[in-house]
């Protein structure tokens, strides 16, 4: 069975860094016809994705918010990690991982449940 | 950047009724990378279409897609009670590499 688990701190201040974790299973990392993203989605509002790992460790970024995002793998643990710099109240969202499958034409097949994240001081 | 416009933004329908979903996009979008994405309060999305018109795992036939080059189309032929949700699409190709719709809310008229 595959599933993703996003993990992570509830609430952070206001410029601090956020750091997430999803843990994978039931599939590899370094399965070249897989790759992991995150998304996110505020309140309310509609799913914004940020930032894509691939099996060769090649990454892609959401160009509004490259500047402050670094994605990151460790095979043997099955995690991907998200950092997220000077975060700001309008960063409070539920952050999902999800897994992009060639099979599926790169479409999110598998999603974790998902962390909601607070911004406020 | 490709940017993609759901209309409506809220479709009020009756159960058993057909729904028709838009979505387009502000460039030709790959019809392989074009998917529709079901959400229901408190949950994750769930994948429907991939490749505009191939329906994923255990996805009833009622939801087809269709569509190519920057318009493209979701339509369930009949609404169940559980359809009631908010629909997104998504496309995958140009930088930045994946991009989704703002959604249309289908509610219960």
């Known amino acids: 069975q595959v599933t993703l688990k996003e993990s992570g701190p509830v609430l952070v201040k206001p410029t601090e860094t956020l750091t997430l974790t999803c843990t994978v299973s039931?599939?590899?990392?370094?399965?070249?016809?897989?790759?992991v993203s995150w998304i996110r989605q505020p309140p309310g509002k509609a799913l914004e994705w940020l930032a894509h790992?691939?099996?060769?460790?090649?990454?892609s970024y959401s160009t509004s918010l490259k500047s402050r995002l670094t994605i990151s793998k460790d095979t043997s643990k099955s995690q991907v990690v998200l950092t997220m710099t000077n975060m700001d109240p309008v960063d409070t969202a539920t952050y999902y991982c999800?897994?992009?499958?060639?099979?599926?034409?790169?479409?999110?097949?598998?999603w974790g449940q998902g962390t909601m994240v607070t911004v406020s001081s | 950047e490709i940017v993609l416009t759901q209309s409506p933004g809220t479709l009020s329908l009756s159960p058993g009724e057909r729904a028709t979903l838009s979505c387009r996009a502000s460039q030709s979008v790959s019809s392989s990378y074009l998917a529709w994405y079901q959400q229901k309060p408190g949950q994750a999305p769930r994948l429907l279409i991939y490749g505009a018109s191939s329906r994923a795992t255990g996805i009833p036939d009622r939801f087809s897609g269709s569509g190519s080059g920057t318009d493209f189309t979701l339509t369930i032929s009949r609404l169940e009670p559980e359809d009631f949700a908010v629909y997104y699409c998504q496309q995958y190709g140009s930088s930045p590499a994946w991009t989704f719709g703002q959604g249309t809310k289908v509610e219960i008229k």
């Open positions: 039931g599939f590899s990392l370094s399965n070249a016809r897989m790759g």
């Open positions: 790992i691939f099996s060769n460790d090649e990454k």
């Open positions: 999800a897994r992009a499958y060639s099979r599926t034409s790169r479409a999110f097949d598998i």
